[in-house]
């Protein structure tokens, strides 16, 4: 253990520690442990019952212990007498395989017996809404192009401002704030950093953004397409592939700036993309922002189908800058540690396979779409995805036992979704 816990707390003066794991459906579980009781629990682990959250467990399973990485530790900015630990669980003796952050580190340490260091950065939007979950919280918040709007952002100030300064604390070196393409929506971005580093800061910026909109009488929500005729929450993320201090993807020579490598990586990620689908598009909500009509701003500004571009935001790809490039697939309802490891697994194959990527397209998708002739779409819905992903050889022996288990989970809820009767359905076949 790198870091003894009992004696951080008596130095920062933490009275409580939030032990907290993320399962399969991307729910943040925890144990809120006094700091006397730290010792034992940091060796041992917190014990939970697996059954009762995401993990595709029994009731006759025993207990998970989850067990606390003293290097993830977070003081919660709002309440700094608590500090928050990512943690592992545990099951017989042995990481749980399921479980999203198990894999993800399983998925680090494959990459880096290859030399491999994959650096992610992630764009998290979101809206603030009321707390009644309907309708946005700022009524005045009303025009048709709101990317930007200066007041709508400053009537938020006090909330955008305490995150900022949460983050600002805590070292993650965040560098702007906006109003984002849909009435009561937000974007904050702070510094990439090594792949388990962003995932621990993104299931951490969730639960704060949460916490602090709290605070203030709103409610957060990155859920895909809260509101159908505004863009939906994205989740994109810039990724590169580092050898100790040295990008690899960065080639001055290169298209674009982007290495042999880096297009290879692209490759894969193109090659898995209708998989990749089931994991960063992990709702069946999530199928109402790609895809998706026009909105009232003018676009989605999300993809529709598995091509990639430069400095253009209608792709599923796109490299604005020599050495990375965004993903622009993934939502908000992705789960931070499974998204990372499933973006790696995928290039690391287009690596491993020296896929190629195919041809850059630079037309504007939304408009033009129709002239790039036969470009494949994404999956339309997540049982299209979720079949995807079970026919992927790929993702499901890098992944290992999270995507059996995922599968399953999702495929019950694609079922329970199903039996529900929609009022447009009765609009529309009453009368047949
Ligand atoms: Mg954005």
């Not at 003066?13 to 006397?36: C, E, H, W």
């Not at 937000?186 to 962003?198: Q, R």
């Not at 896929?355 to 129709?370: E, F, Q, S």
């Amino acid at each position: 253990m790198s870091r003894n816990l009992a004696e951080i707390a008596k130095e920062k003066n933490i009275r409580y520690f939030l032990i907290s794991y993320t399962d399969l459906m991307g729910t943040q579980r925890a144990k809120l442990v006094p700091a006397a009781a730290i010792g034992t629990m940091a060796k041992n682990g917190a014990g939970f019952a697996g059954f009762a959250t995401w993990l595709d467990m029994t009731p006759a399973d025993p207990d998970i212990l989850a067990i606390p990485d003293p290097d993830s530790l977070i003081q919660l900015p709002w309440k700094p007498e608590v500090g928050w630990l990512a943690a592992d669980p545990w099951m017989n003796g042995e990481p749980v395989a399921q479980a999203p952050r198990n894999m993800l580190k399983r998925v680090i340490a494959g990459a880096a017996e290859r030399g491999f260091q994959l650096k992610s950065g992630v764009e998290c939007e979101f809206f603030l809404i009321s707390s009644d979950g309907e309708q946005v919280g700022d009524p005045a918040d009303r025009q048709t192009k709101p990317c930007y709007d200066q007041s709508a952002l400053m009537r938020r100030y006090e909330v955008i401002s305490e995150i900022c300064d949460g983050m600002l604390a805590l070292g993650w070196n965040p560098y702007q704030n906006d109003h984002e393409d849909a009435n009561g929506q937000f974007e904050m971005n702070w510094d990439y950093n090594d792949a388990l580093v962003t995932a621990d800061r993104h299931a951490f910026f969730k639960y704060m953004v949460k916490s602090i909109a709290e605070k203030h009488g709103l409610r957060a929500t990155f859920m895909p397409k809260p509101f159908s005729s505004l863009t939906g929450n994205g989740c994109h993320v810039h990724v590169s592939l580092w050898k100790g201090d040295r990008n690899l993807f960065e080639d001055e020579n290169g298209e674009l700036g982007i290495s042999a490598l880096g297009y290879a990586f692209i490759g894969g990620i193109i090659h898995s993309a209708d998989a990749l689908t089931a994991i960063l598009n992990s709702t069946v909500n999530s199928y109402k922002r790609i895809n998706a009509p026009r909105t009232l701003s003018g676009a989605t500004w999300s993809p529709n189908t598995v091509t990639y571009s430069g400095n253009n935001r209608t792709h599923m790809i796109r490299i604005p800058e020599a050495g990375r490039f965004e993903l622009r697939l993934a939502d908000g309802a992705a789960n931070p540690y499974a998204m990372q490891a499933a973006i790696l697994a995928a290039g690391l194959d287009g690596i491993q396979s020296n896929r190629d990527p195919g041809r850059r397209l630079d037309i504007n998708m939304y408009t033009d779409g129709h002239l790039a002739g036969d470009v494949k779409k994404l999956p339309l819905n997540l049982l299209d995805a979720l079949r995807a992903l079970e026919s992927s050889k790929l993702l499901t022996e890098s992944l290992g036992a999270y995507v059996p288990a995922y599968l399953k989970l999702k495929h019950e809820e694609w079922n329970e979704f199903s039996r529900h009767l929609t009022q447009w359905e009765r609009e529309t076949t009453l009368d047949c």
